[in-house]
């Protein structure tokens, strides 16, 4: 299985950046999918993730600026970001599971057991 996330770099406050991960391994429709990041000093979060009922969950700080979808013909996860700002700044990690279902699929149970690609840095200037 293998998680490869790109489209890190840098962007000011209020721009956009997409980041992609292409996954083997697992499937995007089916599968427990999400993306985590970590900034400096800080512990891992949980950004969005979504279940295999296509239930799509996305923590309080990036609601309505942040947008997950997927490609399933390319098994591909994506993640928008928009309207960035400057606490944004993290590695960003793309992680998946073919077993964890439900409830699970949205926080420090995934956080703990899912499998997680390389990460990508964003750096929001303001």
């Known amino acids: 299985a293998h998680l490869a996330v790109s489209g890190g770099g840098s962007a000011q406050a209020g721009g956009s950046l997409r980041l992609s991960c292409g996954v083997s391994?697992?499937?995007?429709?089916?599968?427990?999918m999400g993306w985590f990041r970590q900034a400096p000093g800080k512990e891992r979060e949980l950004v969005t993730s979504?279940?295999?009922?296509?239930?799509?969950n996305y923590a309080d700080s990036v609601k309505g600026r942040f947008t997950v979808s997927q490609d399933n013909a390319k098994n591909i996860l994506y993640l928008q970001m928009n309207s960035l700002k400057p606490e944004d700044t993290a590695m960003y990690y793309c992680?998946?599971?073919?077993?964890?279902?439900?409830?699970?699929?949205?926080?420090?149970?995934?956080?703990?057991?899912?499998?997680w690609g390389q990460g990508t840095q964003v750096t929001v200037s303001s």
């Open positions: 992680a998946a599971s073919s077993w964890i279902r439900g409830p699970d699929c949205r926080g420090a149970y995934f956080l703990k057991h899912g499998n």
């Open positions: 391994g697992y499937t995007v429709s089916r599968d427990c």
């Open positions: 979504r279940d295999s009922d296509g239930t799509t």
